[in-house]
């Protein structure tokens, strides 16, 4: 197994289906249950563990998925709103080492759990031209509501990877 990439790269069909769509919105609607599930419990120690050398920790990844989940929701929200936005890249190693980083875990998933509501909703309501808009990123260019949205379920469930990796050392 990759440990960088545990579940494997993003692989998103070249023809995007609702059934698709429908599958990772259940991802994205169940994700904070499984979060939660393997990080509400946990000790500052286990919070403070790592997938692999150099990586962030398990409280830093929790993190990370809100940050994430909020940005990608923007972008998604943009493009359905205007047409072609540019979005900017984040410097993730910075946002990894703010000070809200150390706050309880507990304060992301909660924001997971309000904001993976919000993308279910509209994502429940798309519609074939919709799922072909675009935006373009900084530095990847650019990219589709369709391959918004499977980022969006693959992305949680990457990192849900990395914490279960991390404790099981």
């Given amino acids: 197994m990759d440990v ?10 070249e023809k995007v289906t609702f059934e698709h769509i429908q599958e990772w919105l259940k991802e994205i609607q169940t994700y ?4 939660r599930e ?7 120690e286990e919070l403070s563990k790592t997938y692999r ?19 990608m929701y ?29 706050l309880p875990v507990e304060s992301s998933i909660k924001m ?10 509209l994502g429940h309501s798309l519609t074939e031209e919709q799922l072909n808009r675009v935006f373009t990123h900084q530095m990847n260019g650019k990219i589709t509501v369709a391959t918004k949205v499977a980022k969006l379920a693959w992305h949680e469930n990457h990192h849900l990877a990395h914490i279960k990796i991390a ?3």
């Fill in 4 to 13: 960088k990439y545990p579940i494997g790269k993003l692989q998103v069909p």
């Fill in 32 to 35: 904070t249950i499984k979060l």
């Fill in 38 to 44: 393997t990080v509400e419990s946990l000790s500052d």
């Fill in 53 to 71: 050398e150099d990586a962030w920790t398990v409280r830093q990844l929790v993190h990370h998925i809100a940050d994430s989940q909020l940005n």
């Fill in 74 to 102: 923007q972008r998604l929200k943009l493009t359905l709103t205007d047409e072609n936005p540019t979005v900017p890249a984040c410097d993730e190693e910075k946002w990894a080492i703010q000070p809200d980083t150390k």
């Fill in 112 to 121: 997971l759990e309000g904001i993976n509501e919000r993308i279910v909703s």
């Fill in 167 to 169: 404790l099981s050392k």
